[in-house]
C-alpha cells in the first residue's frame, strides 16, 4: 500500500494516514483498536488474518482474550453496514476474520491548494529564520506569530517548533534585564524546544535549541550535554559550535568560539564571546585583538545586518579604561552609543552598561555632577540595574535580584561610591568568597575591567579574586 493511499469499500473512505473513516464525507467515529483492526483487515481484503495477528496488532502489548476480539469485530459489523446489509467482515471458523467488502484504492493527488499552502508555511519558516537572525526586536515578535501559524499548519513538524521556541527565547531576552522579565515566554520556549527534540531526536537544530533555552533558564549542565548532542549529530553546523560556546565557559568556550569562527569567519557573537574568556583570564592585550578581530567584519552601519558588533565596542572601552586610556575608552564608549537605535535587542542593555562606563570614567576625572548624570542615563534604560544603583547608593536588590556574586559586587560599588577604602577591600573578600562558593560558569568574568571598582589601582586588594577568576576560566 504506498503512503497517501484511501481505501474506499461500499459508501465508506478510509485515510490510513490520517487514521479516518468516512462515509458519504460524513466522519465515522471509532475507537483507537476498532480502527486498528478495520486498517488492518481492510488493507488485506479477500485475506484471511488470524485471531493472534489481530489481537497483536490492536491490542499491542496488552494481554486479552479471543472474546476481545470478537466483540470488536462485532462493533465494526454493526457500524459498518453495506448498502445491500451484508457484513464487511466475515468469519472464517478456527481461523480468523476476512475483510469481504470489495475495496478499491485510490491514490491521494494534492490539490494546487495543497501545494501552494506547504511551499507558504517552507517560506514562512525561511523569513522567520531570517527574522530571527538579525536580532532585531520587532522582528523577533514578528518571528513569533509567523512560527506559531506554522505550528498550527503543521503540528508534527520538528523544524516549526524549533523556530517558534527560538522566537520565545529571544523574546524572553529582550526583557530579561526587566523587574519582570516574560517568563512565560521562556516557558513556551522549552516546551516547544523538547517537543521539537521528541518528534526528531536525529535533528541537530532541535537539540542547539534546547540547549539555548536551558541555559537561560539556568540549567547549565543540562544545556551543554544538549548542545554538545546537536554537535555530534551536525559537527559542521556553525551555529551548533556557537550555542555550546554560549552555555560553556573557560577553554570549552574559547575552543567552541574559535570553532565557529572557523566554519564562518567574522561573526562578532563569537570573537566577543572568546574575548569574555580571555578578559576573565586577564589576558587584556589578547582580548582587545579578538575584539578589534570581530569589528574588522562587522557592518555597524548596516541595521539589516544579520550578525551585529553591538557590545564589542563597549568591552573594548573598558579594557582601554582599565589600561588607563580614558580619552581611548569614550572613543569606544561612544561607538557603543551609536548603535543603540538600531533595534538589536540587546542595544538597551548595551547602552545601559556604557553610560555606568562613562559615569564611572566621569567619576575617576572628579567630575561627580556628570557621573550622577551618567548611572541616571544607566537607570533610564535599565532601571533594574545593580551597579549603577548601588554607585547611587540605592539598594541594588530592590529592582532584580542577582547572583550572589553580583550581590557582593554591588556592595563593593556602593563602598567606592561613598569613597569607603576598607569597606571595600572587606567587599573584595566576599566576592572571593562568592567565588569560591559559586558553580563552575562565568560569575564575575567582567571584574578585571570593571570601571568603578579600578582592579589595577590597588592589585594587592583584588590578588584573591584575580586568582579565582584566571582558575575558573582555565
Known amino acids: 500500500?504506498?503512503?497517501?493511499?484511501?481505501?474506499?469499500?461500499?459508501?465508506?473512505?478510509?485515510?490510513?494516514?490520517?487514521?479516518?473513516?468516512?462515509?458519504?464525507?460524513?466522519?465515522?467515529?471509532?475507537?483507537?483498536?476498532h480502527l486498528d483492526l478495520l486498517c488492518l483487515l481492510a488493507s488485506h481484503p479477500g485475506q484471511v488474518l488470524s485471531k493472534d495477528v489481530l489481537i497483536e496488532r490492536a491490542w499491542r502489548d496488552v494481554?486479552?482474550?479471543?472474546?476481545?476480539?470478537?466483540?470488536?469485530?462485532?462493533?465494526?459489523?454493526?457500524?459498518l453496514p453495506l448498502p445491500d446489509g451484508a457484513p464487511c467482515i466475515e468469519t472464517q471458523a478456527r481461523s480468523g476474520y476476512r475483510f469481504v467488502a470489495g475495496v478499491s484504492r485510490i491514490q491521494r493527488r494534492e490539490s494546487d491548494a495543497a501545494i501552494d499552502a506547504v511551499l507558504e508555511t517552507h517560506r514562512a519558516w525561511i523569513d522567520g529564520r531570517a527574522a530571527l537572525e538579525t536580532l532585531k526586536g520587532d522582528a523577533v515578535i514578528r518571528a513569533r506569530a509567523v512560527f506559531e501559524r506554522v505550528v498550527r499548519r503543521t503540528p508534527g513538524q520538528a523544524a516549526a517548533h524549533v523556530g517558534l521556541a527560538n522566537a520565545c527565547a529571544l523574546q524572553f531576552e529582550m526583557t530579561r534585564t526587566d523587574a519582570q522579565p516574560e517568563r512565560a515566554a521562556l516557558d513556551v520556549a522549552h516546551r516547544h524546544a523538547r517537543e521539537a527534540c521528541r518528534l526528531d531526536p536525529r535533528y541537530g537544530e532541535a537539540w542547539a535549541t534546547l540547549g539555548f533555552v536551558l541555559e537561560r533558564i539556568g540549567r547549565c549542565d543540562d544545556a551543554m550535554a544538549a548542545a554538545r548532542q546537536a554537535i555530534v549529530l551536525e559537527p559542521d553546523n556553525w551555529r551548533h559550535h556557537l550555542r555550546l560556546s554560549a552555555a560553556s565557559w573557560g577553554e570549552e568556550r574559547l575552543r567552541e568560539a574559535r570553532r565557529t569562527l572557523t566554519l564562518l569567519p567574522g561573526l562578532a557573537m563569537a570573537h566577543w564571546l572568546a574575548a569574555s574568556v580571555l578578559v576573565a583570564r586577564q589576558a587584556l592585550p589578547e582580548a582587545e585583538r579578538e575584539l578589534v578581530a570581530g569589528l574588522a567584519d562587522s557592518h555597524d552601519g548596516d541595521h539589516s545586518s544579520r550578525f551585529s558588533s553591538v557590545a564589542l565596542h563597549w568591552l573594548l572601552g573598558l579594557i582601554a579604561l582599565a589600561a588607563g586610556d580614558a580619552p581611548r575608552a569614550l572613543e569606544w564608549f561612544e561607538g557603543e552609543l551609536r548603535q543603540e537605535h538600531g533595534g538589536h535587542l540587546y542595544s538597551r542593555e548595551c547602552a545601559a552598561n556604557t553610560w555606568y562606563a562613562i559615569a564611572a570614567t566621569r567619576r575617576r576625572k572628579g567630575d561627580l555632577d556628570g557621573a550622577q548624570a551618567g548611572f541616571h542615563e544607566c537607570l533610564r534604560r535599565v532601571p533594574t540595574h545593580p551597579f549603577a544603583r548601588a554607585a547611587l547608593g540605592m539598594d541594588p536588590s530592590a529592582a532584580h535580584q542577582g547572583s550572589a556574586v553580583d550581590a557582593a559586587i554591588a556592595k563593593a560599588v556602593a563602598c567606592v561610591g561613598r569613597d569607603d577604602v576598607q569597606g571595600c577591600d572587606?567587599?573584595?573578600?566576599?566576592?572571593?568568597?562568592?567565588?569560591?562558593?559559586?558553580?563552575?560558569?562565568?560569575?564575575?568574568?567582567?571584574l578585571p575591567v570593571d570601571p568603578m571598582l579600578?582592579?589595577?589601582?590597588?592589585?594587592?586588594?583584588?590578588?584573591?579574586?584575580c586568582g579565582w577568576l584566571r582558575r575558573r576560566a582555565a
Request: glycine share 8%; proline share 4%.
Open 63 to 79: 494481554a486479552v482474550t479471543t472474546g476481545s476480539l470478537d466483540q470488536a469485530i462485532h462493533i465494526l459489523r454493526k457500524t
Open 426 to 446: 572587606a567587599e573584595a573578600a566576599e566576592i572571593e568568597r562568592a567565588l569560591m562558593e559559586a558553580t563552575t560558569g562565568n560569575a564575575g568574568w567582567l
Open 454 to 465: 579600578n582592579l589595577p589601582s590597588r592589585p594587592e586588594t583584588w590578588l584573591g579574586v
Open 1 to 33: 500500500m504506498a503512503t497517501g493511499d484511501l481505501l474506499s469499500f461500499g459508501p465508506y473512505l478510509l485515510d490510513l494516514d490520517a487514521r479516518r473513516l468516512t462515509r458519504d464525507d460524513a466522519e465515522v467515529r471509532l475507537g483507537s483498536r
